[in-house]
């Protein structure tokens, strides 16, 4: 007969002396449900007097991410003596800095910047965190065209927003700061003028002025002497577009008026009903230029043409054709410069067009 195993005969025994120690009678000492934990711990002993192990459950944890990110918990998995995998350990690893930021410092002094091809003076102005008034003020060249930049262009860029003033005979600080509308310390506490006390000016110095403005100046043609011609339809206040392009160059303080970019010869049209003005040469860096009155307080500008088709005196009707794009005068490639006069103040002409 085979050996019946010291667990078993034990887990018998045991069996029947609870049966009877819980049993029904008001005599037994353990109730019913401190011999079913009894049992319990019974059995889990005699298993472990045998030596019977229970089955272990591995565990194997991994990520797809080839390289753990600076701080990120990597799980590696362990084996035990017999090769199989068992619950992973966690670590931590530290990755490395690629870089290190370095903050940018203030500029201390007046640099240059050379203009490339399809610069214009608020995207130069964007490159240095400069407004355009800025671009402007610092380069008289540009103060009267400030659409003109030619590739090879030396600009003189400020390190902050302001007005850089060359001084002349007779100025004095208080005349400086009242031209540009800041206070005297605006210029004496400036770190880039390097100003001391009794404060001496020398003709010639550059200044910085921090906040200062300059007046804007318009351009005027006013050519016409003669009478309004006859039978003249007066303009009905919504424009039509002068030419078919592309925008190059939007309105804002210093460029009161759209560019439009399109190739020289392309033709350009009345954007309203009116009489001719002027039309033929200017100094003042429109190249050829026609302007139209429009009977209604409104006259529009056409400037940089390649030709002129009509002259002075002449009467024409919304969308006639007036003219065609060049690159006259101060001009930054073939574009007309279209500019809407309301009563003499220039407006925005986008908000015209139709």
């Not at 009877?20 to 711990?41: K, M, P």
């Not at 194997?60 to 995998?85: K, M, Q, W």
């Not at 002497?225 to 309105?251: A, D, H, I, M």
């Amino acid at each position: 007969m085979a050996e019946t195993p010291v667990a078993l005969t034990t887990w018998r025994a045991l069996r029947s002396k609870l049966a009877r120690w819980a049993g029904g009678g008001r005599e037994g000492f353990i109730s019913r449900y401190a011999a079913h934990l009894a049992v319990i711990s019974l059995v889990v002993l005699a298993l472990l007097l045998n030596k019977i192990e229970l089955p272990s459950i591995a565990t194997d944890i991994s990520f797809p991410t080839p390289a753990p990110l600076l701080g990120e918990r990597t799980h590696v998995p362990l084996t035990d003596r017999s090769g199989l995998r068992v619950a992973a350990k966690q670590t931590l690893v530290r990755a490395p800095v690629p870089h290190t930021t370095i903050p940018e410092r203030p500029r201390r002094e007046v640099i240059t910047y050379t203009v490339q091809s399809g610069d214009t003076v608020l995207g130069i102005a964007a490159k240095f965190g400069l407004q355009g008034d800025t671009i402007v003020w610092a380069n008289a060249s540009l103060e009267d065209s400030p659409d003109f930049l030619m590739p090879g262009q030396i600009l003189n860029i400020l390190p902050v927003d302001g007005v850089y003033h060359t001084v002349q005979e007779k100025d004095t600080l208080e005349s400086i700061a009242k031209k540009y509308k800041v206070d005297v310390s605006a210029i004496t506490g400036c770190e880039y003028n390097n100003l001391t006390e009794p404060y001496q000016l020398v003709v010639g110095q550059h200044l910085i002025i921090p906040g200062g403005e300059k007046p804007y100046v318009a351009r005027y043609i006013s050519a016409w002497k003669g009478p309004v011609p006859e039978n003249v339809e007066r303009g009905t206040g919504l424009f039509g577009w002068p030419v078919n392009g592309y925008l190059t160059q939007g309105y804002w303080n210093q460029h009161r008026a759209i560019d439009i970019g399109a190739p020289i010869g392309t033709p350009v049209y009345a954007a309203d009903s009116g009489f001719v003005t002027f039309a033929g040469w200017t100094d003042l860096g429109y190249g050829r230029l026609i302007v139209i009155d429009h009977r209604n307080g409104f006259v529009t500008y056409y400037a940089h043409l390649d030709t002129c088709y009509v002259e002075a005196g002449d009467s024409v009707g919304k969308g006639a054709l007036i003219g065609a794009v060049g690159d006259t005068g101060r001009s930054t490639g073939p574009h007309l410069h279209f500019e809407v006069r309301d009563k003499g103040v220039q407006r925005n002409p986008l908000v015209y067009l139709k």
